[in-house]
């Protein structure tokens, strides 16, 4: 099926069989023979493959197409023909009738018109059609023959009616229709009939030098593919990678092969995987260029391994046995859910990745709670710590939770990173302030600036305020909590009702921004002074990270 249907595109137009001649006539004469010698010194068998491939059976094959076929020919008659005019008598006989058929039908309705009623002037007149797979059939307009004209016309049958445009059509079988049957036929399928036995009959003829065709067609696509990936490459300023078997990726200024020509600057940005540090962790707002960074890598990665230029400003690639993709991509087809197909790719990555591989996981975990998806990724990320050779491993994530160290353990494997952001200053709270630079660099980040994401996707003003309002109500529910928190947990350890009170009083202002009131007074007692240093204290206090229990030992000690 595969030869035949190779055999038969080539079949079809005599311009590919051509084409394939004209690539043999370059390499032929077209060559230099500087480049000749550039050639042999870069150890490429090019010019002798395609001799090998493009022969003279090929020009046979070519010349026995164009002897039969006429791709145009379907244009110039405004129907489905090919087969060259002159190639068979009888074809060109029916389609000779087949052309000259409307001025055949007109001058049979005028003689069958003559025998019919008296038809008004201001009605239009009737005439014999002829239709595909139907045949012949005499066509009234606007309206139906009634049964009193019918009964004077003899052998008169209705057929069928449809509406043209605004007019309505009824058709019948007549004598001389039914004349017109016998004598011609379905001419226009006579005439696809005979072509297909002829186009076939060509078929058979081409498929004797299928291996010298697909021979031919291979070298072609070869050919194709080497131009397509050396033009791309001088375009676009890529340079030559080096493939080593040593097991490491470094990478200086990668670029994205589509987002580049997408954009009027784009940012490169290198990437360095050695035998420590083999996972990288990248934390960084929305919209800051995290999963467009790692598969740039991949990307260059692949395109090293398939014999391609890249584009980066240098790259030493390990060679790498598989690429393993989580990025949350669902095809159309898919019965599964996205969350559902990232556990798959994760679970097929955790299973067959070895040293040589490399991974990518793009916000995984983020299509179920939060809690849950710290836990998959969290254990995910572990597994590859505790490997004795773990593969190159890049990870996006916006769960900052996992930069707890009760989420990751200290290893030398783990590298963390973010993508750069600028805000002139660090007071500000106008989102307008933010500018993304794209830029990898060590450290982690603990915010999305998803508000500013949204300014830039076109949201209105009005929306992202109210979103601002309830992200602060938020961080101050937030405070009240762990006011609460410091209240209860007081209370437990045995702490004087007033401090506590105290400390909740200032944790709960400070989460809403009013401004504290320190206590101070002249006449000051040594106990009051013990309440006011307890109050210095707890305003320096991080209630996110500090120790209760040392705090208030601290603060009362027996």
């Not at 249907?5 to 500087?34: A, Q």
């Not at 299973?351 to 939060?370: M, V, Y």
């Not at 050779?389 to 930069?403: A, G, I, R, S």
């Not at 944790?507 to 002074?529: F, P, T, Y």
Request: hydrophobic share 40%; with cysteine.
């Amino acid at each position: 099926m595969v030869i035949l249907t190779k055999c038969w595109f080539i079949g079809s137009s005599h311009l590919s069989v051509c084409s394939l001649l004209h690539v043999n006539k370059i390499f032929g004469v077209g060559i230099s023979e500087s480049l000749r010698e550039h050639v042999k010194q870069l150890n490429l068998d090019i010019v002798e493959e395609a001799t090998s491939c493009i022969t003279t059976e090929l020009a046979y094959v070519y010349e026995l197409v164009i002897g039969v076929l006429d791709v145009n020919r379907s244009k110039e008659k405004g129907y489905e023909t090919i087969v060259k005019e002159g190639f068979c008598d009888e074809l060109d006989e029916l389609r000779q009738i087949y052309e000259e058929l409307p001025e055949f039908l007109e001058q049979v309705s005028s003689f069958e018109l003559a025998q019919l009623p008296h038809i008004a002037k201001d009605k239009l007149v009737p005439c014999i059609v002829y239709i595909q797979q139907i045949g012949y059939l005499l066509c009234f307009f606007e309206e139906k023959l009634d049964e009193i004209t019918l009964e004077k016309l003899q052998d008169f049958e209705f057929a069928f009616s449809d509406v043209d445009g605004e007019k309505n059509r009824f058709f019948y079988r007549t004598p001389k229709t039914r004349e017109l049957d016998d004598l011609l036929g379905d001419i226009y399928h006579k005439i696809l009939d005979m072509e297909r036995v002829i186009t076939r009959d060509l078929v058979t003829h081409v498929l004797l030098f299928s291996t010298h065709l697909l021979k031919a067609v291979n070298f072609a696509a070869e050919l194709d593919s080497f131009l397509s990936l050396a033009l791309v490459a001088h375009q676009n300023n890529y340079v030559r990678p080096t493939l080593t078997t040593e097991n490491l990726l470094d990478i200086q200024n990668g670029r994205h092969v589509l987002q580049e020509m997408t954009v009027d600057t784009f940012i490169p940005n290198d990437t360095k995987i050695l035998d420590d540090g083999r996972i990288h962790i990248i934390t960084g707002p929305n919209y800051s260029g995290k999963s467009i960074y790692i598969k740039q890598v991949a990307l260059i990665v692949f395109l090293s391994h398939i014999g391609s230029f890249v584009p980066a400003d240098a790259a030493t690639v390990g060679l790498t046995d598989r690429i393993f993709c989580a990025m949350g991509s669902k095809l159309l087809a898919a019965e599964q859910s996205t969350f559902m197909i990232d556990l798959h790719q994760v679970g097929m990555m955790l299973r067959h990745a070895t040293s040589r591989s490399l991974c990518l996981l793009d916000e995984f975990g983020k299509g179920t709670l939060t809690e849950d998806g710290i836990g998959l990724l969290g254990g995910t990320i572990n597994h590859f710590v505790t490997c004795d050779d773990p593969p190159k491993v890049l990870v996006c994530t916006h769960l900052t939770e996992l930069l707890d160290k009760s989420c990751l353990p200290k290893s030398e494997m783990l590298n963390f990173y973010t993508m750069s952001v600028l805000r002139p200053d660090n007071n500000s709270t106008d989102i307008e302030d933010i500018v993304f630079l794209y830029r990898l660099v060590p450290g982690h980040a603990l915010l999305s600036y998803g508000l500013h994401c949204a300014l830039l996707a076109g949201t209105s003003k009005t929306s992202l305020n109210l979103s601002y309002v309830g992200l602060r109500k938020t961080k101050r529910e937030n405070s009240l909590v762990s006011s609460v928190f410091v209240f209860y947990g007081g209370c437990f350890m045995g702490v004087l009702e007033e401090v506590i009170q105290r400390a909740a009083f200032v944790l709960d202002a400070l989460g809403n921004d009013k401004h504290v009131e320190r206590l101070c007074n002249e006449n000051i007692s040594s106990q009051d002074q013990q309440y006011k240093d307890a109050v210095d204290k707890m305003l320096a206090f991080d209630v996110y990270k500090g120790d209760l229990d040392l705090f208030f030992q601290d603060i009362f000690p027996s």
